[in-house]
């Protein structure tokens, strides 16, 4: 199975790549707003404005440092059912993938170029109730 490897800080982390929908370069945000807390800005992406998460605010406090290898990593929001819609994580260090099989990270981590690499999902990274909003809020075509 492959995955997109990223950093949050210190810490690695391996993204199923089935989650992954597109990979850009780190690119200027919009502020918007009344924006839920955890949205950092929203950019354009085929015909509508997505929310922007960055994981380094939820998880350190500070934003992802603004390197060559920091990237938006668009994914798929689960809002429940079958409704989903579209958001990008601003992701340090995402230019590494990571091919083995989903048992390596048992217990916790598998071992990678980096280190130890632990997986980490969409819905892990984001808490419901943030993918909601961040969903119900920009769900808004051009």
Same mark, same amino acid.
């Given at each position: 199975?492959?995955?997109?490897?990223?950093?949050?800080?210190?810490?690695?982390?391996?993204?199923?790549?089935?989650?992954?929908?597109?990979?850009?370069?780190?690119?200027?945000?919009?502020?918007?707003?009344?924006?839920?807390?955890?949205?950092?800005?929203?950019?354009?992406?085929?015909?509508?404005?997505?929310?922007?998460?960055?994981?380094?605010?939820?998880?350190?406090?500070?934003?992802?440092?603004?390197?060559?290898?920091? !990237?938006?990593? %668009?994914? #798929? &929001?689960?809002?429940?059912?079958?409704?989903? @819609? +579209? *958001?990008?994580?601003? /992701?340090?260090?995402?230019?590494?993938?990571?091919?083995?099989?989903?048992?390596?990270?048992?217990?916790?981590?598998?071992?990678?170029?980096?280190?130890?690499?632990? !997986?980490?999902? %969409?819905? #892990? &990274?984001?808490?419901?109730?943030?993918?909601? @909003? +961040? *969903?119900?809020?920009? /769900?808004?075509?051009?």
């Amino acid at each position: 199975m492959l995955f997109l490897v990223f950093s949050i800080g210190d810490e690695s982390y391996a993204l199923p790549a089935g989650e992954v929908v597109e990979v850009l370069p780190l690119m200027p945000l919009r502020n918007v707003h009344a924006a839920p807390q955890g949205m950092v800005g929203a950019f354009h992406y085929r015909g509508s404005f997505i929310p922007v998460l960055d994981p380094c605010v939820l998880r350190l406090g500070r934003p992802a440092a603004q390197r060559m290898s920091t !990237r938006l990593i %668009v994914v #798929r &929001l689960d809002r429940g059912g079958d409704d989903e @819609a +579209l *958001a990008a994580l601003i /992701a340090e260090n995402a230019t590494d993938t990571l091919r083995c099989e989903p048992q390596a990270f048992v217990p916790f981590a598998a071992a990678g170029d980096r280190g130890l690499v632990q !997986r980490v999902e %969409v819905d #892990r &990274l984001v808490p419901a109730d943030l993918r909601r @909003a +961040l *969903a119900d809020a920009m /769900a808004v075509p051009c």
